[in-house]
């Protein structure tokens, strides 16, 4: 989940290298570091974000054309000055980035300790370097042969990069699992762990394969493949652009984030859905539609808030299309032995394209003969490349941690692909069909309403903002909210929080409700509106606090709740897309007043790119 970047080119590359960190921080911001060559090998590294790195090198001598940079989420080792990246080898002639996990670092470092290296941090990344350092020795051999015979050896999941005392204009990196992207400039190069870095100097990448070897000398760059088979790499245009990546007036991402879902739902939609003209197609689903719509199974598998999206899902596709849905923790599918079959669709969701327990799902359901689809964020991404077939979710890149336009964006595309199913099984009729196509395309506008609510929600998130504990509560559709709600506030806040079916609440919940609990409800006007109205007389019942979401126009549970927040009226199906604003927004605001980096909250990171 680290982030790592490199440059190699006619420009200084100490600023490059520090502003790509400060736009891949997201990924980690434990630590940081560079590494730069100009005559010999300097390594700078510092404990906390990449800012206090800024600061550190003020007086530092850090020219150099050529470089390395690393932020990093800890994984072996806690965080400090030691364990940050770059890594020397015991030598100090070649310096490592890497993000990842080496599994069997433990048996590697005590066969290099009887060989004599020495080991100064307590990082697998330090492994990995020494083993790179021992071959090349040992076998007389070129840096990147050395590379390359060392991905032979390790286990686990890595993106490196790697620079050497003696060869000052070469670059190295490989990959196996974690993300790594290469940019094309004129007479320079960039690699990074996306294209955020990237995108202010070209817009031409390459997409680094697993069990690839990335070598850039001289102006030239050579990909082989673990094996030695020389690759063509194959050269993409970039969508993205540099505005995207910024906050644009915004005090955080995620406040923008939040207000940028008219759009991001819209884009979404863009060319798949025109209810005017009762157009409904998405190019991924076409040329497997047919094994979709006569699937006997549907697996979701996804992690976080993705999982979500995915238990949304299973109530789209089972109510529309009629199809059996099971929705799974990607991190505990491929460890219990799960029944799968070549008949089974495997939906994998994930915003990254990176999540590493989804990617591991994905190969294990692929060896079993199951078609998979994925829906991701990340054009080029492992997931995206790794499946049968998907469908982007057009969000835009979204840096805020914790996750909000990619939900409600991968929500709109599951709707879309339960819709087109419905229509295909001839389980949706045509009529409802179409009602949902048209109140679909008024999504956005709805949502735009929904965010003229954050001054009223200001006001809420200061009565509760010091609170120990939440609990939400939502039905149907609603209940994934209520997840999806506590896991916001959970994230940023650090704020205990508990998202719960209404009707389990008299199932243990319940037990905790007094005058110091507040409550979530999500109380829409839908199919059990008349049960969570009496969930909500339940909780007041035991002196709890309310806060409702209602539908607008609702006069029954606003006379029974503390405080009411209302979003417009829609569809029960689509209600997800709107109910979840307030809950983003709720979470936001407290997290401000607490004093909260809501961007960087602590221990996460965006994209989980280890187990």
């Not at 294209?195 to 070209?202: D, G, H, K």
């Amino acid at each position: 989940m680290c982030g790592i970047v490199a440059y190699v080119g006619h420009r200084e590359a100490c600023p490059i290298i520090i502003k790509g960190l400060k736009r891949l921080e997201y990924r980690g911001y434990d630590s940081a570091g560079v590494a730069l060559m100009n005559g010999d090998l300097r390594v700078f590294k510092k404990k906390g974000k990449v800012s206090d790195l800024e600061e550190f090198l003020s007086d530092k001598d850090i020219h150099g054309n050529i470089g390395m940079g690393h932020t990093r989420w800890a994984t072996h080792g806690e965080p400090n000055d030691r364990n940050a990246h770059p890594h020397y080898s015991s030598s100090g002639n070649i310096a490592i980035i890497h993000n990842g996990i080496i599994e069997n670092y433990a048996a590697l470092k005590t066969l290099l300790q009887e060989k004599g290296h020495t080991f100064k941090s307590d990082t697998d990344s330090e492994v990995f370097i020494n083993l790179i350092e021992d071959i090349r020795v040992n076998n007389n051999c070129s840096m990147p042969e050395a590379v390359r015979l060392a991905m032979h050896e390790v286990v686990g999941a890595y993106a490196i990069v790697v620079l050497s005392k003696e060869n000052q204009n070469e670059l190295i990196a490989a990959r196996k699992g974690s993300p790594l992207v290469v940019g094309v400039g004129k007479g320079e190069y960039f690699l990074a762990s996306d294209a955020t870095p990237i995108i202010e100097y070209t817009n031409d990448v390459i997409y680094v394969n697993d069990y690839e070897l990335v070598v850039i000398k001289d102006g030239e760059l050579e990909i082989r493949t673990k094996e030695d088979v020389k690759q063509t790499p194959y050269v993409q245009r970039l969508e993205m652009e540099l505005e995207s990546i910024e906050k644009g007036g915004y005090e955080h991402f995620m406040l923008k984030e939040i207000y940028e879902q008219p759009r991001s739902i819209l884009d979404s939609m863009r060319g798949r859905l025109v209810a005017e003209s009762n157009h409904l197609m998405m190019s991924g689903v076409r040329e497997y539609e047919n094994k979709l719509a006569n699937a006997q199974r549907i697996i979701i598998v996804a992690c976080g808030t993705s999982w979500h999206a995915g238990l949304v899902a299973e109530y789209l596709i089972e109510d529309l299309a009629r199809i059996p849905v099971e929705v799974e923790y990607a991190s505990e599918f491929r460890y219990r032995n799960p029944i799968i079959t070549e008949n089974d669709i495997v939906i994998s969701i994930s915003q990254s394209g990176e999540t590493a327990d989804t990617l591991a799902a994905i190969e294990l359901a692929k060896s079993k003969g199951a078609t998979i689809f994925g829906i991701c964020n990340v054009v080029g991404s492992s997931i995206a490349r790794a499946t049968d077939a998907g469908a982007y979710t057009h969000a835009g890149p979204e840096i805020g941690v914790a996750s909000t336009k990619a939900f409600t964006a991968q929500v709109t595309v599951l709707t879309l692909i339960a819709m087109i199913l419905g229509s295909k099984r001839g389980t949706l009729e045509t009529s409802k069909l179409h009602q949902l196509m048209a109140e679909l395309e008024n999504i956005p506008a709805k949502v735009e309403q929904a965010l003229k609510l954050n001054d009223q929600i200001v006001e809420i998130s200061e009565v509760f903002k010091d609170v120990p504990n939440f609990l939400y509560l939502g039905r149907g559709y609603n209940f994934p909210v209520a997840l999806e709600g506590a896991l916001k506030l959970k994230e940023i806040s650090y704020i205990h929080a508990e998202g719960y079916p209404a009707a389990e609440m008299k199932h243990g919940p319940i037990a905790l409700i007094d005058e110091q609990m507040p409550v979530v409800v999500i109380a829409t006007k839908d199919s059990s509106y008349e049960k969570i109205v009496s969930n909500v007389q339940e909780v007041k019942a035991r002196k709890g606090k309310v806060i409702a979401i209602v539908t607008e126009g609702d006069t029954t549970i606003p006379s029974m709740a503390d405080y009411v927040i209302e979003i417009p009226e829609t569809s029960e199906h689509l209600m997800p897309l709107l109910s979840v604003v307030p809950l983003q927004l709720l979470s936001y605001h407290i997290a401000v007043m607490r004093g909260c980096n809501v961007d960087q909250p602590r221990n996460l990171a965006k994209s989980v790119t280890v187990e």
